[in-house]
């Protein structure tokens, strides 16, 4: 073994012990969570006064084998560090999330998806094996034969089964470029109809399709953003600095080609945190050129939204103007491809957010995951949309419709975000009978919050 990869197995088994040191000194009665300065969580959060886990030695990656095609992971690695580690071997994991700050457990114990998902399905399907930190202070090994229940119950768990502190997963090879074609359709029910050929053939006009996703501006404005792997040299698009991606997927003939480096395309949407960084002035001609090109990023948004959050900023702007405030729509569901033309038509009538995204997505696995249980042998399609609206009559008066209308649609809602189902119907959607029966063996004694405390009563 090379003597960096020593230096960081040493390195992340200090970690886990300065881990477990600070689990064991908290109140026997106290709540255990993780103390991490960045969260990809958009829900509030009760205040509480116990210190948090010490994570500070998880963050790095501990090992990439390029000819077994797998990395050693520390859980609270960003995807940003662990793309930085696995391209230089021409390798990146089968599903690599928008955000440069998510982390990979944080992407398995809650969901990532992007535009290979229509292929290798969820992050978590690529993990082979993870340590994790339970609610009874034990780290223990989960892979599909040992310990297999907390293996298939942890994602969509939310740290209320334990914490990954490491994890083995699988990486692809990828070219050093992505050739991509911006096709646009004047209907949704077109492009929901071409999204499904692709993903059942995984070619368009007869060119291997690696990447798919998709952006609905209008009901006659929609694109699919097919992507190639490509080899060849040549010149590349640049949308990190004064050039914005989504702007450039607009146009008015069938179809538009681009090119990015590979690095480039993994990234293409954090700059802007997809279209959201407009709501801090990001896309104004002026401010773009004077904002410094390393804070045109997700994680100076997300900063800038916990401040404006914490001080009421917005609301108090709206009062200022006489409008009312603003309730927060910002999700992620699953739809079932053959209702979601339906269902994206329905939220274009219903509600005043575009644009949209677009993802496809089919499990690998043969078995559905406990706790967000998709057919395994259906295609779904995630739908994402990030603003807010006028306050209704009732609190989460918009989410709760759109709850209501994802679940008529044999559909999901991602969790890291407000939720308002009673406790009945959470745990008919969310694996309540498989949740409770690992809940009793990881965690007895009730140290972690529980999943329907954490995402719907917002602990």
């Known amino acids: 073994m090379s003597a960096p990869a020593t230096e960081a197995r040493t390195a992340h088994a200090a970690g886990v012990r300065r881990l477990l040191e600070s689990y064991w000194a908290l109140p026997p009665d106290a709540q255990v969570r993780l103390a991490k300065r960045t969260s990809n969580l958009f829900r509030s959060r009760s205040v509480t006064a116990a210190p948090g886990l010490d994570t500070s030695g998880l963050t790095g990656v501990i090992r990439v084998d390029p000819e077994g095609r797998t990395a050693d992971v520390a859980g609270m690695c960003t995807y940003e560090d662990l793309v930085a580690a696995t391209l230089p071997h021409g390798l990146a994991p089968l599903v690599v999330p928008q955000l440069k700050t998510i982390t990979l457990g944080g992407a398995v114990t809650g969901l990532g998806i992007e535009s290979t998902s229509f292929r290798s399905g969820l992050p978590h399907e690529s993990v082979l094996e993870m340590d994790i930190l339970t609610g009874a202070g034990e780290v223990i090994t989960a892979s599909p034969s040992e310990h297999a229940d907390l293996y298939r119950a942890f994602p969509n768990s939310y740290g209320t089964l334990g914490y990954a502190v490491r994890l083995r997963i699988e990486l692809e090879t990828v070219q050093p470029f992505v050739t991509l074609r911006q096709v646009r359709f004047h209907t949704i029910a077109d492009l929901m109809a071409a999204m499904d050929r692709i993903v059942a053939t995984r070619r368009l006009d007869d060119v291997p399709v690696d990447y798919l996703d998709g952006v609905v501006f209008s009901a006659d404005e929609s694109y699919l953003c097919v992507g190639t792997q ?200 969310y694996g309540g009978a498989d949740y409770r029966a690992a809940k009793r063996r990881y965690d007895p004694d009730g140290r972690l919050l529980d999943l329907y405390q954490k995402a719907v009563q917002r602990r």
């Open 230 to 429: 490509s080899s060849a040299p040549g010149p590349v698009s640049d949308y990190t600095g004064r050039h914005i991606y989504y702007r450039s997927i607009r146009h008015d003939d069938a179809g538009k080609a681009d090119r990015l480096t590979i690095h480039d395309y993994l990234w293409r949407w954090d700059t802007d945190w997809f279209w959201c960084s407009a709501a801090f002035g990001a896309q104004h001609p002026f401010v773009r050129r004077v904002w410094p090109r390393r804070y045109l990023s997700s994680a100076t948004y997300s900063r800038l939204m916990r401040l404006e959050r914490r001080f009421d900023i917005g609301d108090r702007l709206e009062k200022l103007h006489r409008r009312p405030a603003r309730e927060r729509v910002i999700q992620d569901v699953e739809v079932p491809i053959a209702r979601c033309a339906e269902f994206v038509e329905w939220f274009l009538g219903n509600v005043p957010i575009t644009p949209i995204w677009l993802c496809p997505l089919r499990l690998r696995d043969h078995h559905a995951w406990s706790l967000y249980p998709l057919h395994p042998a259906e295609t779904y399609v995630n739908v994402g949309f990030w603003s807010t609206v006028p306050v209704g009559a009732t609190e989460g008066e918009t989410n709760r419709l759109i709850e209501r209308k994802v679940r008529e649609l044999d559909g999901h809602k991602s969790l890291y975000s407000d939720a308002f189902y009673s406790r009945e119907d959470f745990d008919s959607l």
